[in-house]
C-alpha cells in the first residue's frame, strides 16, 4: 500500500511508546492518523504535536469502541489501516506462598480476565470492527483493501514467570493472526503481528539505569533495548509491501526470555 494524504490510519494505544512512534511514521508519510487511548492528558498533547485525531477509547466497552471508530471516520474518513498497539501486563505466580508469612495464594482470576480483555479480546474487538469498515472501500490500484497490524509480545512465546495472563493473550493475538488473515483474504486485506521483545517505552521508562543496563545485556545482538522508531518501521513495512500476509514476527535482537 503506498502511503500518502489519501490513506486514513488508526492506531491503538497510539499516544506514546510503539503506538506513538508508529503515528509519528504514518504522519510523516503524510497518512491520517486517529490516536485511539485512555489518557486523554497525553493523547490530547500527542495528536496536536503530530497533526493526529485524538479519540478517548477503551478497546475492553463495545459502546466507547464504536464511538472512537465513529470520530475517527468523521474526522479522517474510513480507515485504511489498523495498528494494534493497546495493551497491559501484570505478574502474579500462578500459585505460591508467602515467604514471610506462608499464605498460599492462586492467580486472581479477576486480574487474568483484565489482561485476556484489554490485550486479545480488546484486540480482536477493533480488528473485526475495522475490518467491518475497511469493506466499504474499493480495492486500491495496488491490490489492497486494507492492512491490520497487531502488537503481541516474545513472551507469547517465552512467557516469564508471572506472565501466565500475560503470555496467554499474546499468544492469543499470535494464534488469532492467520485465521484472520485467512478470513478476510477475498477482501484484499492483510493481517500480521508483530512480537516486541524488550523495548524502550514508557513501561521501562523509570526504571533505573542499571536495570535497563542489566536488561540490555540479556539481548543477542546488539545488546541494548529496542527503540519504537524500530518497530515503526518493521510496522510500516508490513504495510507497504503487498505480499506481507499472515505473519507473526518477532522483533527482538534474538533474545530468548529466561525464566524470570
Do not use: W
Amino acid at each position: 500500500m503506498k502511503l500518502d494524504s489519501s490513506i486514513s490510519a488508526i492506531v491503538t494505544g497510539g499516544a506514546s511508546g510503539l503506538g506513538g512512534a508508529t503515528v509519528k511514521a504514518l504522519r510523516n508519510h503524510g497518512v491520517k492518523v486517529a490516536i485511539f487511548d485512555m489518557n486523554e492528558k497525553t493523547g490530547t498533547a500527542f495528536a496536536a504535536e503530530t497533526g493526529a485525531v485524538y479519540c478517548n477509547v477503551n478497546v475492553t466497552d463495545d459502546a466507547s469502541v464504536d464511538a472512537g471508530f465513529a470520530a475517527a471516520r468523521a474526522a479522517n474518513g474510513q480507515e485504511r489501516i489498523l495498528v494494534n498497539c493497546a495493551g497491559t501486563g501484570n505478574a502474579f505466580k500462578t500459585a505460591g506462598r508467602n515467604k514471610e508469612t506462608g499464605e498460599i495464594k492462586s492467580f486472581p482470576i479477576k486480574e487474568f480476565d483484565r489482561i485476556i480483555q484489554i490485550n486479545l479480546v480488546g484486540t480482536f474487538r477493533c480488528i473485526a470492527k475495522s475490518a467491518a469498515g475497511m469493506l466499504t472501500l474499493p480495492v486500491l490500484p495496488d491490490g489492497d483493501r486494507g492492512i491490520i497490524i497487531n502488537t503481541a509480545s516474545v513472551a507469547a512465546e517465552d512467557g516469564q514467570m508471572g506472565q501466565a495472563a500475560y503470555s496467554a493473550s499474546k499468544g492469543g493475538v499470535v494464534g488469532m493472526t492467520l485465521p484472520i488473515a485467512r478470513d478476510l483474504s477475498s477482501e484484499a486485506i492483510r493481517v500480521n503481528t508483530i512480537l516486541p521483545g524488550l523495548f524502550n517505552t514508557p513501561l521501562l521508562a523509570g526504571a533505573p539505569e542499571n536495570v535497563k543496563a542489566a536488561l540490555a545485556a540479556t539481548v543477542l545482538n546488539p545488546k541494548r533495548l529496542g527503540m519504537p522508531d524500530e518497530y515503526a518501521s518493521l510496522a510500516l513495512q508490513m504495510v507497504q509491501n503487498g505480499y506481507f500476509n499472515g505473519e507473526s514476527v518477532r522483533l527482538d535482537g534474538g533474545i530468548r526470555m529466561q525464566p524470570r
